[in-house]
Nanobody
Framework: QVQLVESGGDLVQPGGSLRLSCAASRSIFMLDDMAWYRQAPGKQRELVATSALGGSTNYAESVKGRFTISRDIAKNTVYLQMNSLKTEDTAVYYC???????????????WGQGTQVAVSS
C-alpha cells in the first residue's frame, strides 16, 4: 500500500489560485499513474487530471487551461496547480495512485484522505 497525504485545500474567491500537494510514502517514479479526482456536492467523483510515468498528462475538459498536474520525484510529491478558480470547482479533491504490486500480482489503487477546496465570493 502507498500512503498518500494531501494538503493545500482552502477557501478562495473566484479567479483565485491554489496548489494542492500529495505526498507519497514511496517513490512516485515507480507509480504507474498518479491522478487527481474531485467530488462536488451532489455529484459523483470525477477524474480531474492524470500523470503517467512516461510524462504524459490528461485533463478533464472543464479544467483544461486552468489546472496543471506535475510530479516532483525528489520529494515524492504530486501537485495540482489550480488557477482561475470557479465556483464550479468547489469539491473535495482526492489524490490517487495506481501501480503494479509484484508481491500480490495485481494492480493496486490507493487514495488520499481528500482535501476541501471551496470557491466562493
Amino acid at each position: 500500500q502507498v500512503q498518500l497525504v494531501e494538503s493545500g485545500g482552502d477557501l478562495v474567491q473566484p479567479g483565485g489560485s491554489l496548489r494542492l500537494s500529495c505526498a507519497a510514502s514511496r517513490s512516485i517514479f515507480m507509480l504507474d499513474d498518479m491522478a487527481w479526482y474531485r467530488q462536488a456536492p451532489g455529484k459523483q467523483r470525477e477524474l480531474v487530471a492524470t500523470s503517467a510515468l512516461g510524462g504524459s498528462t490528461n485533463y478533464a475538459e472543464s479544467v483544461k487551461g486552468r489546472f496543471t498536474i506535475s510530479r516532483d520525484i525528489a520529494k515524492n510529491t504530486v501537485y495540482l496547480q489550480m488557477n482561475s478558480l470557479k465556483t464550479e470547482d468547489t469539491a473535495v479533491y482526492y489524490c490517487n495512485a495506481r501501480w503494479w504490486d509484484s508481491n500480490r500480482g495485481s494492480w493496486n489503487d490507493d487514495w488520499g484522505q481528500g482535501t476541501q477546496v471551496a470557491v466562493s465570493s
